[in-house]
């Protein structure tokens, strides 16, 4: 049965104060300092990315008990709900750790592996972006509606975002990275979560991000496509514990024209 | 003679009046609306750079009226006079006009080509780095100390800032792009002078620029001396009207090992 208009408003009421939370824990641990970890895949983990998903786990659980908690940090909870929580608590924690603010906490919910509500708030900017099933696209509290260009011709006028580099690499999509910057002129690399919400605002016109986990990209695929843009998975590629994923999503001009460069 | 210690504390506090000017013209444009222009260099210049340019010019003619003035918008005011402000409104227009927050106005004063006070605020992020000659370098008012590298070993952990790729094609530096991001696995495009405030506080280790004019390095160039890193021009190529420079600065060692790579 799908979740009644009522019940989603909840969801994203509920999901909006985890997020208040979640912004406090960040701007605490940032002024009060922290200790860092590198994870086994080489990537960063502070005190605050663990606090950040112990909050809003806590908090989810006292609420939702039977609902299901997919975490970077933690181990998965309730695998088999038909809600389920997914959770990245600080995206970009390399840049989190160096003092540069483009880093962001993102949270989803999905039913039956559909999102539902999602969430992208940036301490360190203070801007937040969220969503939620037929109830419209925000930046700030202000609706977002991406309006597509006139024509395809006007696609090398939009910037294109990327994430790094180095995360093409790392799934061996080099090729692809290489044939997006030769193809377009204004090619930008936003990596991360801030990427995402420069595409949902459509201040790019699309963006392009490879190498990233469901925790990266639920909240961006629903905002996206209740801003009036498009979201498209492009390629999904196995690891142990879970799948990688690359995408393209933006004004659906741009997808569509970034489709056919990057296939 | 050189400027008395009182005199450069009285010329940083007056540059730091007009950068809250600054900053008010362009918050009022981006809230009201603003025109855009294609330069002949197929740059945009829009309302809001001739404006904060207009504004510091008066202010600065006002105050002294003895002092040259070169800006990025208008043309160059007392070529010959011993004090030059040098005044670039908005550096990186194009992200002021997509809604990308990491634009800045750039303010710079040499007395007889040597730098004596330096700001860059950016009105989309609310920060503002400052610094004067003997009078150190801040970050929204809390003084910057670059701590360098305890041996070259340590690069590799940094990351390391450069400008988009094709300012360094628009030189013939693409070279040279290659070999920086062939050479190190953390390097980052963070166009403009947000790329510079992040050296100038050490968030990333280094910054490589190329295709740069005198009104974006200024600036910079005494922040970095004042907070004890290092700045150094490695390219001087003449253009109709100036001069395009490329610049490496940051911590000691980090600059040292990119004078390397990039010869």
């Known amino acids: 049965m799908p979740t009644p208009r009522h019940d989603r408003r909840e969801l994203l009421r509920f999901a909006l104060k985890l997020m208040d939370r979640a912004r ?35 908090a989810i659980l006292e609420r939702f008990p039977e609902h299901g908690i997919i975490g970077e940090e933690f181990p998965a909870r309730n695998p088999s709900a038909e809600y389920q929580w ?18 962001g906490c993102i949270l989803a919910l999905h ?22 099933l037929g109830l419209g696209c925000y930046a700030d509290g202000k609706r977002v509606r991406l309006k597509d260009l006139p024509s395809a011709a006007q696609v090398e006028n939009e910037l294109i975002a990327a994430g790094d580099r180095s995360q093409f690499l790392r799934t061996g999509d080099s090729a692809r990275f290489n044939r997006l910057t030769r193809s377009h002129p204004q090619v930008r690399i936003y990596a ?44 999904r590629q196995k690891y142990p514990g879970g799948m990688n994923y690359g995408v393209i999503f933006g004004k659906p001009k741009v997808v569509a024209w970034l489709r056919r460069i990057l296939k």
């Open 192 to 235: 991360d979560c801030f990427g995402h919400t420069l595409a949902v605002s459509g201040a790019v016109g699309a963006m392009v991000d490879f190498g990233v986990k469901i925790w990266d990209i639920s909240a961006t695929q629903l905002m996206i496509e209740e801003a009036g843009g498009r979201f498209e998975i492009v390629k």
């Open 24 to 58: 406090r824990t960040v701007l605490y641990y940032l002024a009060s300092g922290y200790g860092v970890r590198v994870k086994s895949d080489r990537s960063f983990v502070t005190d605050a990315d663990t606090a950040v998903e112990k909050v809003l786990r806590k």
């Open 111 to 132: 039913h039956r592996g559909k999102p539902l509500v999602g969430v992208i708030d940036h301490p360190g900017l203070g801007t937040r972006f969220h969503a939620a």
């Open 86 to 103: 997914i959770i990245d608590p600080i995206d970009g924690t390399l840049s989190f750790t160096r003092g540069i603010p483009l880093y």
